[in-house]
């Protein structure tokens, strides 16, 4: 076999070799729920790595596809009882067994002028809203539409990063840095203006850098660590202007890709960057965290406005973050009544929802008919990704709940 293995051999096959092949992992793994295929399952990707590392398999580009069966949730990695790092050993596989395939220069290209410069994002996502104004219908409140089977956000302008105007404020509260991220500043502003409306409110000083981008997660799942230098670097550039004590973000996954991803490319940064990444993620936190530490619900919704709700856990929030309790606290001392859901992924998982939309499509109807069990008026999310998976699947249903976000229903006071 001519692919050199070596760093995936030192690595991800350590972690992978702790498995003692127990199944807790198939437990939770929404494809595995799905497929019963044991080559979806941690356990069988695992397998999969190994196998790699003693050059069993010298079909890279198909076992790539099989390693992009996964929506990075996380699940198997917080549920294993071995504490295998299971996500690490992922990532580690696509990136090798991306550079063995060599990954498509075109996939490659079109994430670059997707993600890499944020201006040239901008400049894209207000082509792509002229061209979404003229070719797909919709009503105006709707936030998602339907092309075929696949979700389509809305591009909303003005974008929420380029238009901020940060408000004074003369309280002795935190200085927070509000991380927009991808979907939030270009498809939901209000989302980020509404953060930023709550947290101002409560006494922070609220600093929203206006050159900021990706997290860079998309780069980092597609085996892409290059890139994802990148992006962490050009963020590290914007936030070591600012003396900040937190960072927040209206995003799950961008908060799990600060607090625990950024890191993984400190070996590559200076030492005042690998200090500021330390920070970074040391102080970063989802809004609705930093919301309820700052007390900041304390006007209780009218009558009228009162509705019944559940909650979405995104699977970054649940697994890596854990911060479950914080929204649930806000909704109800604002005075909604909460009904639970039973908690699960929603399909999404970035590109996995593109890549693989059967699988995405049957992980989703299952987190409907969760939702719909509920008899909710609203399903209240922190992840704008989920926000736009859920919205997709209520429409196809014709459902007659509503997807907010949890900043959307705090306002409603």
């Not at 082509?127 to 339907?146: D, I, K, M, N, W």
């Given at each position: ?252 996954t961008c908060t799990h890709a600060l607090k625990h991803l950024w890191s993984k490319v400190k070996e590559s940064l200076t030492e005042a960057e690998a200090a500021l990444v330390d920070r970074v993620a040391e ?115 014709e459902s007659r709940v509503r997807v907010l976000h949890a900043v959307e229903i705090l306002e409603t006071r």
């Amino acid at each position: 076999m001519s692919i050199d293995l070596i760093a995936l051999a030192e690595a991800a096959q350590k972690m992978a070799s702790v498995c003692n092949r127990c199944g807790m992992c198939q437990a939770v793994c929404p494809v595995y729920k799905n497929t019963g295929l044991e080559g979806d399952s941690a356990r069988g990707k695992l397998a999969l790595i190994v196998a790699l590392h003693d050059q069993i398999t010298d079909a890279p580009a198909e076992t790539l596809e099989r390693m992009n069966r996964c929506t990075l949730c996380g699940g198997c990695q917080a549920n294993c009882p071995r504490g295998v790092a299971t996500v690490d050993a992922f990532l580690m596989a696509r990136k090798a067994l991306a550079d063995a395939a060599r990954l498509s220069k075109t996939k490659r290209a079109l994430l670059r002028k997707a993600f890499a410069d944020p201006k040239r994002t901008a400049t894209l996502a207000a082509r792509f809203a002229a061209v979404q104004r003229r070719v797909l219908s919709s009503s105006g409140e709707e936030r998602v539409t339907l092309a075929g089977r696949y979700p389509v956000p809305k591009i909303t302008q003005p974008f929420f990063s380029s238009h901020y105007t940060e408000k004074v404020q003369t309280a002795s509260g935190p200085d927070v840095i509000l991380f927009a991220g991808c979907l939030v500043d270009k498809v939901y502003p209000f989302v980020g203006e509404g953060l930023a409306g709550l947290l101002t409110e409560a006494g922070a000083r609220v600093h929203v850098p206006r050159d900021q981008g990706c997290c860079g997660i998309p780069f980092l799942s597609e085996g892409d660590t290059e890139d994802f230098l990148e992006a962490v670097k050009r963020h590290l550039a914007l936030f070591e202007t600012i003396d900040f004590t937190h960072v927040v973000t209206p995003c799950a996954t961008c908060t799990h890709a600060l607090k625990h991803l950024w890191s993984k490319v400190k070996e590559s940064l200076t030492e005042a960057e690998a200090a500021l990444v330390d920070r970074v993620a040391e102080r970063v936190c989802d809004g609705s965290d930093l919301l309820a530490q700052l007390g900041a619900q304390k006007k209780v919704a009218d009558k009228e406005t009162r509705l019944t709700v559940t909650v979405h856990d995104p699977c970054h929030g649940r697994h890596s973050l854990k911060n479950t309790g914080e929204v649930r606290t806000l909704l109800i001392e604002a005075g909604h009544t909460l009904v639970e859901m039973e908690q699960g992924c929603c399909g999404l998982g970035g590109s996995f929802g593109v890549k693989n939309r059967d699988l995405s499509l049957a992980i989703g109807e299952s987190c409907l008919a969760r939702i719909e069990a509920t008899g909710a008026d609203v399903v209240v999310t922190t992840c704008p990704g989920c926000m736009a998976q859920i919205e997709a699947l209520l429409k196809g249903s014709e459902s007659r709940v509503r997807v907010l976000h949890a900043v959307e229903i705090l306002e409603t006071r």
